[in-house]
Every structure is written in structure tokens, then in C-alpha cells.
């Protein structure tokens, strides 16, 4: 397998997962998110769409971001669990094989990307 260049990422998803318990703080942090970052926010989904296993919202984001919005989340999640992929135009490789988990590493449902 020869090497991507990083210039294959045309950006990247950062998925918070929340509960009906967890809503309210899923929305304190959506809403200092929008206030820190210049990121496109995704609706609120109430149910596990896609391959996500959890109700979630998206937050994307450009590849320069990545050094301030992650570590961020990663400092200011509390005891949300957020994916991170990025945006290769690959799929099923960008869920499954280059994904970051913040907190618990949860199982997707990947046969929706096959």
C-alpha cells in the first residue's frame, strides 16, 4: 500500500454522541463550539442515523482546524464520547481505519458505508 498524502483530506468530522441524559450537556458544548470555531454545524439527530450508534449531531470542519478544534474537544467533551474522521472521499477506510475516538471507542455500523 504506498502512502496518502495528507492533501487527500478534505476535512473532517467530529460526531458528538449523546442520550436523552446527555442532551443538555451535548448543547452547552455545541453552543461554545459555535462560539470558538469557524466549523459548519450538523443537525441534531434524536436517533442513531447512518453508521453512528448514538443520537449525535456533526460538527466539520476544515484540515487547518484540526490542531485547535480537536484538542479542544478532547479538553471540553466532559463525559461525552466524540468520533472523529476525516474527509478522504473513502468512506468505509475514513470511519473504519482513520478515525479518533474521544472517550469510549463505541461499534459503528459500517455495513451502511459498504
Known amino acids: 500500500m504506498s502512502p496518502k498524502h495528507i492533501d487527500a483530506i478534505t476535512g473532517y468530522h467530529a460526531h458528538v454522541y449523546y442520550d436523552a441524559e446527555s442532551k443538555a450537556a451535548a448543547g452547552v458544548l455545541r453552543e461554545a463550539i459555535e462560539a470558538r470555531f469557524d466549523v459548519r454545524m450538523g443537525r441534531w439527530h ?21 490542531a485547535s478544534v480537536v484538542p479542544w474537544l478532547a479538553l471540553n467533551r466532559g463525559e461525552l464520547v466524540i468520533f472523529i474522521h476525516p474527509e478522504t472521499g473513502e468512506d468505509l477506510p475514513d ?20
Request: glycine residues 4%.
Open 46 to 66: 434524536d436517533r442513531p442515523v447512518g453508521p453512528h450508534p448514538c443520537w449525535s449531531y456533526q460538527v466539520a470542519f476544515t484540515p487547518d482546524l484540526f
Open 95 to 114: 470511519h473504519r481505519d482513520r478515525a479518533l475516538w474521544l472517550g469510549a471507542k463505541l461499534e459503528l455500523n459500517l455495513d451502511v458505508l459498504r
